[in-house]
C-alpha cells in the first residue's frame, strides 16, 4: 500500500460538543479540515493495528465524500477491516449494535442527527468506543488537544470503493466489508420484542400505525421492520426515502417539526399511534391519537411497564435519567425500589453504567430512550417498545399515559430553546445566572421557595471521573425546578435551554396545558435569566 503523508495546518475549533464534532458542511469543507480531525482520533487511540472499524453515517449532504476520505486515512493508519453500512448509511444505534455484535475497535459515526443537512447546513462526525459507545471525555479531550498541533496526517493512495455493492473484498490487504444497514439490527430488534404479538396487533386492525422517518436515515429501517417483517401498511411509513438535505426541513421529531405526522395524529383520522425519528435515527417522538407524550414521560411509562417487553421481563436493574430531564422516572425507581441515576446531558454519560449492569433502561428529556440493548439511544426500538406495550396492555396511547399519572403523578414539563443567540449575550447571561446562585437558597417567589441553586457536577460512580459545569439548576421546596443550559450540538452562536417542570399529584388537575400550567415558573425562569430582555426576543423558538 502505498501511503501519503500530508503536511496540515491545525484548525482550533475541532473540540467535539454534546455528540461529536458538528460544523457547517463548508467548515467541514476546508481543505485538510475533516482530515486533520480524524487522524486527531487515531493518534489518540492505541493498539488498533490489524483490527475493525465500523464506518456509516445519515446519508446527509458530504456522506459519501467523508466515507472515501476516511476509507484511506484508516487503511493508512493500520485498520485491518471497515466494516461499511451499504451507500455510506448506518442510523446512529445501528452503528452501535454493528461494533458490538463484530467486536470491533470502534467506529466513526458521520452525523448531525436532528441538525438540517444540505451545502450550507450541517454536518458531523462521532467516535464510538468498542463498547458501542459514544467516546467519553477523555477521548474526545484527547482528539481535541491532538488537533491544535497536528501538523501531518497520513492517507493510502488507493481508488474510490463501491459503497453500493455488498460482499468483502481486500484492498493493498486491507478487508473492506459493505454490509446491508438493516439486517443486524432487524435481528436485534427481534429478539427483543415478541414480534408475533406485534403482527397479530397489527394484522387484526387493532394496532394501526403512522411513523415518520423525516426523509433521514430510519427510512429503510422502519420500511423493513414496521411494513415487511411486521406487516404494517406501506403508507404507514412517510418520508422513507433518505435525502441529502432532508427534503429541506429540520430532521427533529417534536411536534413542530413532525409537522404531517403532527396534522394526523391530532386529526379525526388518527391512527392509533405515531411515531417520528431524527437525521441519525436515534431520537424517537411517541404520540396516539390525539395524544402526545413527553419524552420524560415516556421514559417513566416505559420503565414502569418493561417487564411486560420478552427482553426486560426479569425486570430492571436500575435507571438513569440526563438531568435537565424530568424526575418522572424517579417516582418509578422509587417504587420498584431500583437505583435512579441523574447524569449529565450526552448520552456518552449512560455508557459506564450501563457496561457496569447498573441501569437497563436510560433516557433524556430530548426525545432519546435506549437500554443496554445497544450503547446509544434508539428511536425504532422505542418506537417498537410502545407498540409491544399498546399491543400487551390493549391500552390506548392515552389510557396509558393517564393510568401512568393517576398512579405516580405527573411531572408536568416543558423546554424552551432561544436559538442562535450572539455567543456574548449567552455568555454573560450565564455568568449573571451563576453570580445569583449563592443568594438563591431560602428566598421565596410567590409560592416556590429556593431549596438549592446550583451548577450541576457529576461523579461517575464507575471510573470517579468529574464533569464539572453541566447545567445550572434551580430546585425548589415543592420539588419543582427550573434548569438552564447552553446546547452542545448547535453550530450557530449558543442555544439556550430552559427546563421547566412542577409536580402535580392531583389527578384532577393532569389534563392542563403544560404551558399554561407552568406558567409561574416560566416567569420566574425569564427573572433569574433575562434572555428576553437581554436578547429582544418575545418567545422561544421551539418549545417541546
Ligand atoms: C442535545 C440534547 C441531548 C442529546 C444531544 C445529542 O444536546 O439536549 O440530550 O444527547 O442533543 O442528541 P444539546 O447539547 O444540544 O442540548 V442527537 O440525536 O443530536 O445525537
Ligand atoms: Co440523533
Not at 399515559?401 to 456574548?424: L, M
Amino acid at each position: 500500500m502505498q501511503i501519503d503523508t500530508i503536511t496540515t495546518q491545525p484548525y482550533n475549533d475541532q473540540n467535539p460538543g454534546t455528540s461529536g464534532l458538528r460544523k457547517k458542511v463548508k467548515i467541514f469543507q476546508q481543505p485538510g479540515y475533516l482530515e486533520n480531525f480524524v487522524q486527531s482520533i487515531f493518534d489518540s487511540l492505541e493498539d488498533f493495528t490489524g483490527k475493525t472499524l465500523v464506518l456509516g453515517g445519515d446519508g446527509r449532504y458530504f456522506n459519501r465524500v467523508a466515507i472515501q476520505i476516511i476509507i484511506k486515512i484508516a487503511a493508512a493508519n493500520g485498520f485491518g477491516e471497515l466494516i461499511i453500512g451499504q451507500g455510506g448509511l448506518l442510523s446512529t444505534p445501528a452503528a452501535s449494535h454493528i461494533i458490538r455484535k463484530y467486536s470491533a475497535f470502534g467506529g466513526l459515526i458521520l452525523s448531525a442527527s436532528h441538525n438540517p443537512g444540505g451545502p450550507d447546513e450541517d454536518f458531523g462526525i462521532k467516535y464510538n468506543v468498542s463498547n458501542g459507545g459514544p467516546a467519553p471525555e477523555k477521548y474526545t479531550d484527547a482528539f481535541f488537544q491532538r488537533s491544535l498541533t497536528i501538523d501531518s496526517y497520513k492517507t493510502a493512495k488507493i481508488e474510490d470503493v463501491d459503497l453500493d455493492s455488498i460482499g468483502s473484498q481486500l484492498i493493498d490487504g486491507v478487508k473492506i466489508t459493505i454490509i446491508d444497514p438493516v439486517t443486524d439490527y432487524a435481528e436485534l430488534m427481534q429478539s427483543i420484542f415478541d414480534f408475533n404479538l406485534l403482527k397479530q396487533s397489527i394484522s387484526s386492525g387493532y394496532i394501526t400505525l403512522l411513523f415518520d422517518a423525516m426523509s433521514a436515515i430510519t427510512g429503510p429501517y422502519a420500511k423493513r421492520i414496521l411494513v415487511d417483517i411486521l406487516g404494517a401498511a406501506p403508507e404507514s411509513v412517510i418520508n422513507a426515502e433518505p435525502l441529502e438535505d432532508f427534503g429541506g426541513h429540520h430532521p427533529d421529531p417534536n411536534l413542530a417539526h413532525a409537522h404531517e405526522l403532527a396534522e394526523r395524529m391530532f386529526s379525526d383520522a388518527a391512527p392509533t399511534f405515531g411515531a417520528a425519528s431524527d437525521g441519525d435515527g436515534d431520537r424517537n417522538m411517541i404520540t396516539g391519537s390525539n395524544i402526545f407524550v413527553t419524552p420524560s414521560d415516556s421514559l417513566a411509562i416505559m420503565a414502569a411497564n418493561a417487564h411486560l417487553i420478552p427482553a426486560y421481563a426479569k425486570g430492571l436493574s436500575g435507571v438513569a435519567r440526563s438531568m435537565p430531564t424530568s424526575q418522572a422516572v424517579d417516582r418509578v425507581a422509587a417504587n420498584y425500589n431500583i437505583p435512579c441515576y441523574e447524569t449529565p446531558t450526552g448520552w456518552k454519560f449512560f455508557g459506564n453504567l450501563l457496561d457496569a449492569g447498573k441501569i437497563t433502561l436510560c433516557g433524556e428529556e430530548s426525545f432519546g430512550t435506549g437500554s443496554d440493548h445497544v450503547r446509544e439511544k434508539d428511536g425504532l426500538w422505542a418506537v417498537l417498545f410502545w407498540l409491544n406495550l399498546i399491543a400487551k396492555k390493549r391500552q390506548s396511547v392515552a389510557d396509558i399515559v393517564h393510568e401512568h399519572w393517576q398512579k405516580f403523578g405527573r411531572d408536568i414539563y416543558c423546554r424552551h430553546d432561544y436559538e442562535a443567540i450572539e455567543t456574548p449575550i449567552a455568555n454573560s447571561l450565564v455568568e449573571h445566572l451563576r453570580n445569583q446562585l449563592p443568594m438563591l437558597p431560602g428566598q421565596s417567589f410567590g409560592k416556590y421557595v429556593v431549596k438549592y441553586a446550583d451548577e450541576f457536577s457529576y461523579s461517575d460512580p464507575v471510573d470517579g471521573s468529574v464533569s464539572k459545569n453541566q447545567g445550572i439548576r434551580v430546585g425548589f421546596e415543592n420539588g419543582s425546578r427550573i434548569v438552564f443550559r447552553l446546547s452542545g450540538t448547535g453550530t450557530v452562536g449558543a442555544t439556550l435551554r430552559i427546563y421547566i417542570e412542577r409536580f402535580e399529584p392531583d389527578a384532577t388537575q393532569h389534563d392542563q396545558d403544560a404551558q399554561e400550567a407552568l406558567g409561574e415558573l416560566i416567569v420566574l425562569a425569564e427573572q433569574f435569566c433575562e434572555i428576553k430582555k437581554r436578547t429582544g426576543r418575545t418567545e422561544p423558538d421551539v418549545i417541546t
